[in-house]
């Protein structure tokens, strides 16, 4: 499968503040970017993802860069608040993978009061 | 109206013992998936099923068996359990494979805490 990295592996910030993951991809074909949320207790959920035909999109406090030549997509979270805070996973994939995901070993984003 | 249900949430076992986990879902989809999460939280697909059909077997044992009744229900029934199968197990859907499906969402479950002792 596709070799899939993710940092930092645990991110502590105080509330209001700016948090960044980044996940870099070996697969050049990867042509799309999911990025999942998982809080305590639950599964997996999408929240944002880009195709490769874009550079940047953003939903309200959230946002992901992908850089294809550089194969590494980012998620860029603002204003960050309590409830932010949850494991979170790439999932850089390609067509021919049918259907499964390979997903990046997850960042541990604390975020303080 | 739980969108991927799982049963049992929690599962406390001996080794040894055979067990089965169970996935429902209700959207209408035709793709349906095992991801096994470790205590480290790294995710790693077991199995896809479309159609009722096993499409990946991502290397796992043949103790592991999947069985699909329909395209709605996948479960997981475990053999001979062992101590390194303790994990999260959860269930995934979605519509479509190959570049048809590689833009829809995977829905899950909310999991599967399987404990061999």
């Known amino acids: 499968g596709e070799n899939v990295e993710q940092h930092p592996s645990t991110l502590s910030v105080q509330e209001g503040d700016s948090a960044v993951i980044k996940c870099t991809y070996s697969?050049?074909?990867?042509?799309?970017f999911p990025w999942y949320k998982q809080e305590l207790g639950k599964g997996p959920q999408l929240i944002i993802d880009?195709?490769?035909?874009?550079g940047e999109k953003k939903d309200q406090r959230i946002a992901v860069t992908l850089n294809k030549t550089a194969k590494h997509f980012s998620l860029h979270i603002t204003e960050t608040q309590p409830e932010d805070s949850a494991v979170y996973f790439c999932?850089?994939?390609?067509?021919?993978?049918?259907?499964?995901?390979?997903f990046g070993r997850g960042t541990q984003l604390t975020v303080w009061p | 109206d739980t969108a991927v249900s799982q049963t049992p949430k929690y599962l406390v076992t001996q080794m040894g013992n055979d067990k089965s986990i169970k996935c429902e879902q209700n959207l209408g989809h035709d793709t349906m998936y095992w991801y096994k999460q470790d205590s480290k939280k790294f995710l790693k697909i077991m199995f896809s099923y479309n159609n009722k059909e096993l499409i990946i077997n991502e290397t796992v044992p043949n103790r592991f068996s999947p069985k699909s009744p329909d395209k709605a229900h996948l479960n997981l029934h475990i053999n001979s359990l062992e101590l390194g199968d303790s994990a999260v197990y959860f269930c995934a859907s979605s519509q479509g494979l190959g570049t048809s499906g590689i833009y829809n969402e995977q829905f899950f479950g909310p999991g599967t805490r399987l404990t061999v002792l």
């Open positions: 697969d050049s074909a990867s042509n799309y």
């Open positions: 999932a850089p994939r390609r067509g021919s993978t049918l259907g499964r995901l390979y």
């Open positions: 880009i195709r490769s035909n874009v």
